[in-house]
């Protein structure tokens, strides 16, 4: 049968592990244990990712800084744009279930959403964490313009695609959800290719942005140059290579 409609296997990703990685879990043993344990289920994508292939998910130091943020701030949404297999979804919705909020995670790949559902569920957390299959800036119109779900973005999570961060950002700004004193979006982003245009971005002040307009290609996109961001970058290594996570808050807004 030809595949016609299969999205090309990365060399670390998207060739068939992700179904094996369930087709474990839901063989083991202590599946039974497994149901409704979300630190378990951590536990045994982890089994895999150590014993058998790697998965691209967050790693203990870039979870655990980004569970402490979300324990700080409690946010009633949480927002993710690339689930994956929903190894993050389950770490942060677990975390956000804590405070009585709930958890949107938004997965392009169809087949990873499907993965990252049982495993959402396997972990007890289908009533928290929704997994949403489509593009990042799609579907985040959808939910601010269309369904009107969110209309203030309080913690949102890139992980998807780094040189969509910067569009994906404009859309927020453009969409006007992105609140001073309440709104936070972490960037997970790689050193190599890294997002230089995203955090040059979070980094520049109203007026430096403008400058940064002058020159920028925005397509469509209406960015607000007058929103000031407070940003801490903080470097870590990975297994695959350095990383860096941005935490941005909003923290004003400029008249000018
Ligand atoms: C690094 S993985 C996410 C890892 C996950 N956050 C975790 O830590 O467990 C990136 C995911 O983003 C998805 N993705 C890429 N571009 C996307 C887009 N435009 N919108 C939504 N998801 C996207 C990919 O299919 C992939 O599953």
Redesign the pocket.
Known sequence: MSKKHFPAALPW??DGREVDLLHYIFARSDIKQLRGNPMMVLDAIDEYHQQFEKL???GPYKGGLIVDIIAERKPSVMI??????????ILFGDEVREHGGKYIS????PE?AAVATQLVKLAGLGDIVRIEV????E?LKELICETKEIDQVQMI?M???QD?YLEDLWLLEQLDVLTPGSSVVLA?IMIIPGAPKYLEWVQATPLQKKNILQRSNVGPLAPNPNLVYSTVVTPFDTIFLPDLVAVSEITGKRDM
């Open positions: 990703a998207f691209m998910k967050v993710e744009l690339g689930g994956y297999v929903g190894y993050s979804a938004i997965e392009k790949n990873m489509g593009s990042s800036n579907v999570f992980d998807h695609q969509l997970d």
